[in-house]
């Protein structure tokens, strides 16, 4: 069976807004950080989320365990850009050395050595603002949804009954994946199955994990099958669907819209004029002279 | 006859694509209106194919050899649109977590007719109506994946009335249900039938529908229809071994048949003479993230030779109570001791040699490519030698009846065996205490029977622990009953103490059963609790 995100009803900003407007305003939003690598830009709308996330009314201890994850994913990765420079190297050609770090002791004669530039900081930071607006704009979303909304939503957004229908089971679908995956866990372990003692090269350890992949996948096309029976059982795509809910746009969903394509649209205006590219402020530059 | 019958099934048989032999074999069959129709058998024993053939599961979603027909309201089912058939026919599945699409109870409910494209203040009337007759209005803004097992099987039953069927069919509705949740299942079932709605219950729990005066009963085996008569006839022609009869049918029934042997559950508990307990709650609380306490202050132990069985209502916290023996929960607060040892200092896969635990679904934990293998993985896991394995391996197989199916993929066989094998995986891995979280859902009476009383006179256990919703299964096999519920024990004694007030059964949403009555009537004579194929022998006849 499907279970749910941890929807609440929260007074808040995001809640009072219409969620086809939302899911608008969320992808403009979405494609218009993607377009900038300027730091006082990527800033800027990194403003908007930190006020979205702190109206939204959710207790941090609700998100904690999602906020870990991410945060730890996006500064594990932010902190290999800048060790290793990779990445970077397509937005900005020359470097300015600020510092170079070399270890006093080698490695089969090689010396591990950080050279620190202006480029690569200003990449990182930029880098973690960034990828931290996007996720944090994402997990708002499923805490803040009405479940019974989902299918009338993407219904709403244009898309026909039967595909939005299948939205609605997809976003629950991944919760109750976690759900899942937790069970046949605790499963395994009961029968004697350490995860944590797991070893060997890639070919074993994939071998190894086949108690918690099986189960998992299995379950999860069993239940495919199971909701599809129980969906034709109650004529579910023989002709046109009445959606029970019904939403409504007031005036500030469509503002709200309004705003998001306003800023798209002048984000893309600006970055076909060439701003908005990398930028790397003066007294780093400074720094590395 | 002036009006057509709701359904008629004519010569029917059918075999999936998959298989060699066919799943039923040359059904006839006619219902009247207005009757409530019960249809027992053991598990493959194809009711459950019949019943895909009535709803047009099959041919549309199973494909195979089909001959015969099916007619609802004189229409040939595979001819009719499945907007049509599912206004005809309503199924309720027997497990309602595999049928509930809606996020929410009110969208759960309205599915079907949003599908059929009804106006929306015509929909909303027809699910308050709905509700309200299933008394269950409150639960309307409720999110459906909150809702206890009995909570969850009504409104799965609402979202198929609510298309307002002729015929309603019901696989197994028990199955997930307390006692007095199941009661009311019934009456409200009885009351359908009473309003004109045909019914018919696929159930081997026969002695509970028995309670609701079906019209008539129909009992299968090996894919054909061996019966089909009156309630009253049932005790000459249905096998008490093969579904749950009423105590006093099979008390007449079983004095022509040989006496049954006497369990004697725990050799591995006589022998030992150290008695400090195996599993020891101490003042144990116990609350998930969202800071709500579900167990409050569990003083409990397990010792050598209980075999008890924890009785409570769906949502009373039973298995969070047995998932800190395996120290798959730790306390928030007091302790919890296995061996001695506070779990917080154990893995699970150290409480394992010592306590096995079989969870409810078997789903969750199959995955090996044969039963041979899928059984040596907790052994193995333990460091057993080879030779030991094989040796367990192949006793668990004989206790589970799946002798001849070591090379078959776990994956390929019926919910009842992959359940078998799921007990059997754990049997495999001798643990001194076996702990089994509702060992008997989805099986069948007779499959059930044995295997307890199998596992029962296994040499290794010390104690056994079992969760229950059936109450004649710690009449049968307990010598301690457990009884929880919001999150406390309520009772904890012998099963004669424990089971013999009724006022403690009724707050506990438990029914007494003709077989606990039996055996509290003849507790004077017996001093002990029996089956009732046990009582045959012991007491006099037409007693």
Redesign the interface.
């Known amino acids: 069976?499907?279970?749910?995100w941890r929807y609440k009803p929260r007074k808040s900003l995001i809640q009072s807004f219409d969620p086809r407007a939302w899911i608008i305003f969320y992808a403009c939003f979405l494609a218009t950080t993607v377009l900038f690598w300027d730091f006082r830009y990527q800033a800027a709308l990194f403003i908007i989320t930190l006020i979205t996330v702190l109206t939204s009314g959710i207790k941090f201890?609700e998100m904690k365990r999602a906020w870990i994850f991410i945060g730890g994913f996006v500064i594990f990765f932010s902190l290999l850009t800048f060790l290793t420079g990779r990445g970077g190297v397509e937005l900005y050609k020359e470097e300015h050395l600020i510092t170079r770090l070399a270890a006093n002791f080698t490695i089969l004669g090689w010396r591990p050595t950080l050279t620190i530039t202006a480029e690569k900081i200003m990449y990182a930071v930029t880098m973690l603002v960034r990828v931290f607006s996007l996720a944090s704009m994402t997990i708002l979303i499923p805490y803040s949804l009405n479940?019974?909304h989902?299918g009338i939503t993407f219904r709403g957004l244009g898309l026909p009954d039967k595909v939005a229908y299948g939205m609605?089971?997809t976003m629950?679908f991944i919760p109750s994946f976690g759900r899942?995956f937790m069970?046949?866990r605790?499963?395994?372990?009961?029968?004697?199955?350490?995860l944590e003692k797991i070893t060997g090269g890639l070919f074993a350890t994939v071998r190894k994990l086949?108690?918690?992949?099986?189960?998992v996948t299995?379950?999860a096309i069993?239940?495919s099958e199971?909701?599809?029976?129980?969906?034709?059982?109650?004529?579910?795509?023989?002709?046109?669907?009445?959606?029970?809910?019904?939403l409504k746009y007031r005036k500030r969903d469509r503002l709200l819209i309004a705003f998001g394509i306003l800023l798209l649209a002048l984000s893309v205006g600006l970055s076909l004029l060439a701003f908005g590219k990398f930028w790397v402020p003066q007294f780093l530059l400074a720094l590395a002279r | 006859m002036t009006a057509v019958s709701p359904l008629i099934v004519e010569g029917l048989s059918f075999r999936y694509r998959s298989r060699e032999l066919p799943a039923i074999q040359d059904i006839n069959l006619t219902l009247a209106p207005s009757q409530v129709v019960l249809l027992a058998g053991a598990s493959g024993c194809g009711k459950t194919t019949l019943i895909r053939c009535i709803?047009?599961?099959i041919p549309?979603?199973y494909k195979g050899e089909l001959t015969g027909k099916v007619l609802l309201q004189g229409q040939e089912v595979t001819e009719l649109?499945?907007?049509r058939i599912?206004?005809l026919v309503g199924?309720v599945?027997q497990d309602?977590?595999?049928?509930?699409?809606?996020?929410?109870v009110?969208?759960e409910v309205?599915?079907?007719?949003?599908?059929?494209?009804?106006?929306?203040a015509e929909?909303?009337q027809t699910v308050d109506e709905t509700l309200a007759r299933l008394k269950i209005s409150h639960l309307r803004d409720r999110?459906?994946?909150s809702l206890s097992g009995g909570e969850k099987q009504k409104v799965a039953l609402a979202?198929?009335l609510a298309?307002r069927p002729n015929i309603l069919v019901l696989d197994e509705p028990l199955a997930s249900l307390d006692p007095a949740s199941a009661q009311e299942a019934l009456d409200l079932v009885r009351t359908l039938a009473d309003e004109g709605m045909t019914v018919l219950m696929v159930e081997h729990r026969v002695e509970d529908v028995l309670r609701i005066q079906p019209e008539r009963v129909l009992f299968m085996q090996d894919g054909r229809i061996r019966f089909d008569g009156l309630p009253g006839e049932i005790q000459k022609n249905v096998d008490y071994r093969e579904v749950k009869l009423p105590a006093h049918m099979i008390l007449a029934a079983a004095r022509e048949d040989p006496v049954p042997p006497e369990i004697k559950p725990l050799l591995a508990a006589a022998s030992s003479s150290v008695q400090t307990p195996l599993v020891q709650f101490k003042d144990v609380t116990f609350g998930y993230?969202s800071g709500l306490e579900v167990l409050h202050g569990i003083n409990l132990e397990i010792n050598r030779g209980d075999v008890i069985a924890v009785l409570g209502p769906n949502g009373a916290g039973k298995t969070t109570l047995v998932?800190h023996a395996?120290g798959?929960l730790k306390p928030t607060g007091g302790q919890v001791l296995v061996n001695g040892r506070d779990t917080h200092q154990l893995?699970?896969?150290e409480i394992?040699?010592t306590l096995?635990?079989v969870?409810q679904?078997p789903?969750?934990?199959?995955?090996a490519p044969t039963v041979r293998e899928e059984l040596a993985?907790?052994p193995t896991?333990?460091k057993h030698s080879p030779e030991l394995i094989g040796e367990e391996v192949s006793q668990a197989v004989e206790i589970v009846n799946l002798a001849g199916y070591e090379e078959t993929p776990p994956?390929s066989m019926s919910f009842g065996q992959q359940k078998r094998v799921s007990i059997a995986?754990?049997l495999a891995?001798r643990s001194r205490i076996l702990v089994m979280d509702e060992p008997t859902a989805g099986q069948d009476y007779k499959n059930y029977m044995a295997f307890m009383n199998s596992i029962l006179q296994l040499p290794t256990f010390e104690a056994i622990l079992f969760i229950t919703h059936d109450i004649d299964l710690a009449v049968i096999f307990s010598n301690r009953v457990l009884m929880v519920n919001q999150g406390q024990v309520v009772a904890d004694g012998a099963p004669a103490e424990v089971l013999r007030d009724q006022d403690r059964l009724r707050a506990n949403r438990l029914v007494p059963t003709s077989l606990l009555q039996a055996n509290l009537d003849y507790f004077p004579m017996t001093q002990k609790f029996y089956s009732a194929e046990g009582l045959a022998h012991r007491v006099p006849a037409g007693g």
């Open positions: 069976m499907l279970v749910t201890n479940p019974a989902y609605d089971l629950r899942d069970l046949t605790d499963a395994q372990r009961a029968r004697g199955y350490e086949a108690p918690l992949i099986v189960p299995i379950h069993v239940g199971d909701i599809i029976d129980a969906m034709d059982l109650r004529a579910f795509g023989v002709g046109p669907r009445t959606w029970l809910e019904q | 709803n047009g599961l549309r979603s649109p499945l907007a599912s206004q199924t599945l309602p977590e595999r049928q509930i699409l809606g996020s929410v009110m969208n309205a599915f079907g007719l949003e599908n059929l494209g009804w106006e929306r929909i909303r999110q459906t994946h979202g198929v298309m993230e998932k395996i798959l893995s699970v896969a394992a040699s096995g635990y969870f679904s789903s969750h934990m199959l995955f993985f907790g896991n333990l994956l995986a754990i891995m």
